[in-house]
């Protein structure tokens, strides 16, 4: 499969929000020569929201050449969650919505934009668009994140180390 790289647009700073999980475990983004979904973070200076370039392969479909909606939602979950992280707040997802407003072509290069739009104590609630590279909004979501307790993150860490060690 001859596909070009995800790449960042003029200005983006890439970034790994993710910092304590290797990049290659991720179940969206881990997988950057993968046929199903490419997925790469980015920042812009001076914004608070979270970029994404997704690219949907063949390995994504759904419906007859489009990608599945498990896919869509998957790229905006992570999308979210990640905003979340980069910001400081280490959370996971309690709930999700997503519209789907077109279909979503494989072989498409999409742009994600992911912001966290209010906190309320531990909870975290996001949004986040996937646009095809003209401009077109495919998919809308939102979400709600739980920020981890300390003892929530060492029981991870304990899980991890674990699972690691088999």
């Known amino acids: 499969m001859n596909v070009p790289p995800v790449v960042a647009l003029p200005g983006w700073v890439s970034v790994q929000p993710f910092p304590a999980l290797p990049a290659s475990r991720s179940f969206v983004s881990g997988a950057p020569d993968g046929d199903r979904l490419r997925v790469a973070y980015f920042a812009r200076p ?25 896919a869509v939602a998957a790229v905006l979950d992570e999308a979210m969650g990640a905003c979340c992280w980069a910001a400081g707040h280490q959370a996971v997802a309690a709930r999700l919505g997503v519209d789907f407003l077109e279909g979503v072509p494989l072989g498409t290069d999409a742009v994600v934009e992911a912001w966290i739009d209010r906190i309320d104590g531990r909870k975290v609630h996001t949004r ?34 674990i699972a690691n060690s088999d």
Do not use: S
Request: aromatic content about 6%.
């Open 46 to 70: 001076g914004r608070d929201q979270l970029f994404a370039r997704a690219w949907f392969g063949p390995g994504a479909e759904g419906p007859p050449r489009h990608a599945h909606g498990g």
């Open 128 to 161: 986040a668009t996937l646009r095809h590279e003209t401009g077109e909004t495919l998919a809308t979501a939102d979400g709600l994140f739980v920020v981890l307790t300390p003892d929530q993150l060492q029981g991870l860490a304990r899980t991890r180390r």
